[in-house]
Nanobody, 123 residues
Framework: QVQLVESGGGLVQAGGSLRLSCGAS????????MGWVRQTPGKAREFVAA????????YYADSVKGRFTISRDNAKNTMFLQMNSLKPEDTAVYYC????????????????WGQGTQVTVSS
């Protein structure tokens, strides 16, 4: 089992920035592909960004490409999402997720999930 805990969410004005963190414990963090997925009420979970277990490959949804950056520090068992130029449509609960060995951009394929952190962008 992998336990995931997100932090760093909050309220920010449009155009601002936030940095989300995801701390992992339980198993070897570097064995897992990691991702960020977001969800708004009444909608399915939406892929945001993913990073390979080694951190050498990253993937982004078109809606966040050029504004968000995913990264990880395997020595500290932590993943990050730097969010710049935030827009009101980025408002959602953001979840970090883990999948053993491989990296995926498909939310339903993740094996472990955090509890989520709220990001609210005001216009």
């Amino acid at each position: 089992q992998v336990q995931l805990v997100e932090s760093g969410g909050g309220l920010v004005q449009a155009g601002g920035s936030l940095r989300l963190s995801c701390g992992a414990s339980g198993r070897t963090f570097s064995n897992y592909g990691m991702g960020w997925v977001r969800q708004t009420p009444g909608k399915a979970r939406e892929f945001v960004a993913a990073i390979s277990s080694s951190g050498t490959r990253s993937y982004y949804a078109d809606s966040v490409k050029g504004r968000f950056t995913i990264s990880r520090d395997n020595a500290k068992n932590t993943m990050f999402l730097q969010m710049n130029s935030l827009k009101p449509e980025d408002t959602a609960v953001y979840y970090c997720a883990a999948k053993e060995v491989v990296v995926t951009t498909t939310p339903v394929l993740y094996d472990y999930w955090g509890q989520g952190t709220q990001v609210t962008v005001s216009s």
